[in-house]
T-cell receptor, first 116, second 113 residues
Framework: AQTVTQSQPEMSVQEAETVTLSCTYD???????LFWYKQPPSRQMILVIR??????QNATENRFSVNFQKAAKSFSLKISDSQLGDAAMYFC?????????????FGKGTLLTVNP | EAQVTQNPRYLITVTGKKLTVTCSQN?????MSWYRQDPGLGLRQIYY???????DKGDVPEGYKVSRKEKRNFPLILESPSPNQTSLYFC????????????FGPGTRLTVL
């Protein structure tokens, strides 16, 4: 079974600054995928970034990047040049590549506040 | 527009009154899934379906039923709702696993009194 831990229930950042959200995971799978989802007040789940575990290169999507440390089972999200629209709940999630269930295992979330 | 739709978006009901939350996707996705979101617990999978007529339990299936008679639809059925099923429910779909993005519906806020 997979587990995902987000140790920061809440974080805050000043507009235009950089913030890093932490995530650790545990899995017995040799191949898996990792994701960060954003949930704004509208409650819509929005995919921010994804990482294939077999890829050593860290994924990047515009102002969002990850620091993937496979040996440490760590998958942190860095948001650069934070904007007011980045304020949301952020969920880290994992998915094993094998089997018939593409279940996402979610952490409990980190609520990000962006201060003007 | 590619999307997953859910209805209703909000529902207040009473204990024991059967209800169905519908989910429909227009992307021809084979995989569909239901999650519930509770404060401090993240999202947990209820049921999933790999294809038409193929469904299986997720992590928290008790008190729920699903069906997959058509590829696009995956309704969630609560035959006798109880207050502990008060939650925010999400339907999701994807073409396949792995790097394929899972698309989420807008969520259904259910309150059982």
């Amino acid at each position: 079974a997979q587990t995902v831990t987000q140790s920061q229930p809440e974080m805050s950042v000043q507009e235009a600054e950089t913030v890093t959200l932490s995530c650790t995971y545990d899995t017995s799978e040799s191949d898996y995928y990792l994701f960060w989802y954003k949930q704004p007040p509208s409650r819509q789940m929005i995919l921010v970034i994804r990482q294939e575990a077999y890829k050593q290169q860290n994924a990047t999507e515009n102002r969002f990047s990850v620091n993937f440390q496979k040996a440490a089972k760590s998958f942190s999200l860095k948001i650069s040049d934070s904007q007011l629209g980045d304020a949301a709940m952020y969920f880290c999630a994992s998915e094993s590549s094998g089997g018939s269930n593409y279940k996402l295992t979610f952490g409990k979330g980190t609520l990000l506040t962006v201060n003007p | 527009e590619a999307q997953v739709t859910q209805n209703p978006r909000y529902l207040i009901t009473v204990t024991g009154k059967k209800l169905t939350v519908t989910c429909s996707q227009n992307m021809n996705h084979e995989y569909m899934s239901w999650y519930r979101q509770d404060p401090g617990l993240g999202l947990r999978q209820i049921y999933y379906s790999m294809n038409v007529e193929v469904t299986d339990k997720g992590d928290v299936p008790e008190g729920y039923k699903v069906s997959r008679k058509e590829k696009r639809n995956f309704p969630l059925i609560l035959e006798s709702p109880s207050p502990n099923q008060t939650s925010l429910y999400f339907c999701a779909s994807s073409l396949a696993g792995g790097p394929s993005e899972q698309f989420f519906g807008p969520g259904t806020r259910l309150t059982v009194l």
